[in-house]
C-alpha cells in the first residue's frame, strides 16, 4: 500500500520502516498496532496504524480482487 492507502502498510511517509507493536495503555491493551519508530496514537503525521483495522482493510481488498477474478473466469 501506499503511506495514505489501505491495507497493512510498510513504510512510514517520513521514509522509515514501519513496525508492528503491541498497545500497553490501559484503553488498548494488547492490542496490535503498526506504527513509525517516531508515530504514536496522537502522532498525525508519522504512521500509526491498528493492525485489526490493517488486516480488515486487506481481506476487504482482497475479496474484491478475487470477485474480478472469478467474473473473468466466467466469461
Ligand atoms: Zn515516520
Redesign the pocket.
Known sequence: MDVNGRGIPT??????R?RLLTSRTVKNPGRLFHS????DEN?W???FKWADRSALEEIEDMKVKFGDLEELQAT
Open positions: 513504510h512510514c511517509r517520513c521514509g522509515e514501519v513509525c519508530p517516531y508515530g502522532s503525521f508519522h504512521l
